[in-house]
């Protein structure tokens, strides 16, 4: 009995262990970036404020309509008094004709609905609405924009990881090589051919590159979990698919842009503009504030104070803002200077996402000749480690030479791995400072 529960839970733990792992190819993970990154989650939530603030300033279009009511009671009448007639007076007068106590207010109720419907506000609704209406694109592009840091994020860590299992591999090819050697040396030590100091070398490299597994097999779980959490998927641990390959891709010119067109593509230079038409129409507000406004309406009021009583009427009403404009003038002012600086640093910022374009494109092109470097070196270092293990089984150069030679082929096999990753990665930034 004890070996049939021992079995059900040991199946339990494999099926929660397999359900908690994951292999990812990229478009995968950048697709569960988009769906689950927290950054996307604010910037969508600030698009859905920004239309709350959009559905607010549309309804200034209409009436303002507001209502007042209110009712009392007092333990006394509020106007209480007794009549005193004179003796002469009292004479004449029929009695009960004139009360002798007037009691008046002890209760009552008003009430009063009134609605304004504005006719000129010097044009500030029909710019609140243009300023909300500005104020949600800006939010969609920033959207976007995070969008494509997500997007970078997630390629990054995807090619960490990629070239971090590439070094596994690398590093796995060197410790046959080195255990084949050891096994080698071990028969040569014990016929004699060689010293015992090449089996110690042998085996203190050996130990070099176990320990550089090591290192790499927790740099790999920690990008795991950094990648997991980027995505949405904390507690996941994540695998890649890895694309990448041994043939040098080529140089990708097609993804070349004209850079003076492909600015006013980005999501950057895009905000700039939205930053000086979000100005203009606060210079537009600022003015429309100082101007008379009109508007015209229609209230009615109830109230049984002293008898029922009601009343109606419509009104039209106009204000001048008179004092208003002392100061009013040089808020003005102060935003057209503000938009003066809006139009310029949209200019600034222009030219200098322009050179960040430059600069992408020259980092793609050097991304390039490194990678096609690294490749040659691979060749080299391999001819390298054949010519000195074959010297060394004849007996004509030195054990260090030959686990020199290994260092290098390992060396070369990783500068590959991370100039293809880097390259991958360049594109990708270019792609985005393009508008691509």
């Not at 009995?1 to 792992?21: D, G, H, R, Y």
């Not at 697709?31 to 927290?38: I, K, P, R």
């Amino acid at each position: 009995m004890k070996k049939i529960i021992t079995i059900i839970l040991c199946s339990v733990c494999c099926n929660a262990i397999a359900t908690a792992q994951g292999t990812y190819t990229l478009e995968q993970l950048k697709q569960l970036a988009v769906e689950n990154n927290y950054n996307l989650r604010s910037a969508r939530n600030a698009i859905q404020q920004s239309k709350e603030v959009q559905s607010e300033a549309f309804t200034k279009y209409f009436p303002q309509v507001s209502a007042l009511g209110f009712g009392f009671q007092n333990n006394k009448p509020m106007i209480d008094y007794d009549i005193e007639l004179p003796e002469a007076l009292a004479a004449i007068v029929p009695e009960g004709l004139i009360p002798a106590n007037i009691s008046l207010m002890k209760k009552g109720v008003y009430g009063s609905v009134s609605a304004i419907q504005p006719v000129f506000m010097g044009g500030q609704i029909i710019n609140g609405n243009k300023l909300a209406k500005v104020g949600v694109e800006a939010s969609e592009l920033q959207l976007e924009a995070s969008e494509d840091q997500v997007e970078l994020t997630t390629e990054q860590y995807y090619w960490q990881m990629v070239s971090l299992k590439e070094k596994q591999q690398t590093l796995k090819a060197v410790l046959d090589m080195l255990e084949t050697l050891e096994k080698d040396v071990s028969n040569m030590v014990r016929v004699g051919a060689v010293n015992r100091n090449d089996l110690l070398q042998v085996q203190l490299r050996k130990g070099e590159v176990e320990t550089a597994q090591l290192e790499l097999e927790n740099g790999l779980a920690t990008v795991s979990q950094l990648l997991a959490q980027h995505i949405g998927k904390t507690g996941e641990t994540i695998d890649v698919v890895s694309s990448a390959t041994e043939a040098v891709p080529a140089l990708p010119i097609a993804l070349r842009q004209d850079h003076q067109s492909a600015l006013a593509a980005t999501p950057q230079y895009r905000l700039l503009e939205k930053n000086v038409e979000s100005h203009r129409l606060q210079h537009k507000l600022k003015v429309g504030q100082n101007m008379p406004s009109v508007g015209v309406g229609a209230s009615y009021s109830y109230n049984d104070f002293f008898e029922k009583s009601s009343s109606a009427m419509i009104f039209a009403a106009v204000q001048v803002p008179i004092s208003g404009w002392w100061g009013g003038s040089h808020a003005i002012k102060r935003q057209k200077l503000a938009l003066q600086d809006a139009q310029e640093q949209m200019e600034d910022n222009g030219q200098k996402l322009i050179i960040r374009m430059n600069n992408a494109w020259a980092a793609v092109e050097t991304s390039h000749k490194k990678l096609l470097i690294a490749h040659d070196a691979i060749e080299q270092a391999e001819e390298n480690l054949r010519l000195n293990r074959d010297y060394y089984r004849v007996g004509s150069t030195k054990m260090s030479d030959l686990l020199l030679a290994q260092q290098q082929y390992q060396l070369a096999r990783d500068r590959y791995t991370d100039a293809f990753a880097d390259f991958q990665t360049k594109q990708l930034e270019y792609r985005q400072a393009t508008g691509q």
